[in-house]
């Protein structure tokens, strides 16, 4: 079982910087697709950023070029780096584990990752 456990949330300024970080599991295994996703009151949960064991990575737009998604596989640590924070990242964050296929073909697309954590609340004030 796929074991997945958010840390480093908080509250923080308007172009200030978070990192959050992911106990995960599945970086013991020679293949996966894990990444970062958000969710905000009244909107869908979007993916953010994906990184696969052969180290690809995919980012959404919205947040292309301020986050950074990389992992420490000696400490089995995913990590999301936000730099220039804005208010409308304010949400819940979550990272999520799939095959290592889902990040060649579906990154990003929520309902292909099939293993989650319990999420990390992320507000940025203006």
């Known amino acids: 079982q796929v074991r997945l456990v958010e840390s480093g949330g908080g509250s923080v300024q308007a172009g200030g910087s978070l990192r959050l970080s992911c106990a995960a599991s599945v970086l013991t295994s020679s293949s996966y697709c894990i990444g970062w996703f958000r969710q905000a009151p009244g909107l869908e949960r979007e993916g953010l950023a994906t990184?696969?064991?052969?180290?690809?990575?995919r980012y959404a737009d919205s947040v292309k070029g301020r986050f950074t998604i990389s992992t420490d596989n000696t400490k089995n640590t995913l990590y999301l780096q936000m730099n220039s924070l804005k208010p409308e990242d304010t949400a819940m964050y979550y990272c999520a584990a799939a095959a290592a296929w889902t990040c060649r073909n579906w990154a990003l697309f929520t309902p292909a990752f099939g293993s989650w954590g319990q999420g990390t609340q992320v507000t940025v004030s203006s």
């Open positions: 990184i696969e064991s052969r180290g690809g990575t």
